[in-house]
């Protein structure tokens, strides 16, 4: 997952294409244990996704403008469109279904 500390450059990314990006922070253990599963589960199954992440504690203000006020949180964009948010407690597995069609669909038509 590629880091990114401003919000323009993300405001741009999620624009064109499909892009996946964690909030998280280092002081949680959370987004610390699921990062790693989070990257293998794109590198397996979405391989034409864009992953970032965003460091809560140091991009506080870009957290902020996307709502998230608990960690951790994941979004997926597809062309400038939320497909899909959890926070919080979720699964990867409920996560990857909640992916999986809209993904599908975009991958076909490129």
């Known amino acids: 997952m590629h880091e990114i500390k401003n919000i323009e450059e993300l405001d741009k990314l999620k624009t064109t294409g499909a892009v996946f990006i964690l909030f998280g922070g280092e002081q949680c253990n959370v987004c610390a244990a699921i990062r790693p599963q989070l ?7 979405y ?3 864009t992953s970032v992440y965003i460091d ?3 991009a506080a203000d870009t957290c ?11 979004q997926f964009y597809i062309d400038g469109m939320k497909i899909t948010e959890f ?7 409920q996560l990857r279904q909640s992916m999986h069609r809209s993904y599908t669909m975009w991958n076909d038509n490129h």
């Not at 990257?39 to 199954?45: A, F, G, I, S, V």
């Not at 709502?67 to 949180?73: A, C, D, G, I, M």
């Open 87 to 93: 926070a919080r407690s979720f699964s990867i597995e």
């Open 39 to 45: 990257e293998n589960m794109l590198e397996t199954h």
């Open 56 to 58: 809560c504690e140091t």
């Open 64 to 74: 902020a403008q996307y709502s998230v006020f608990t960690l951790p949180v994941v």
């Open 47 to 49: 391989p034409a996704i």
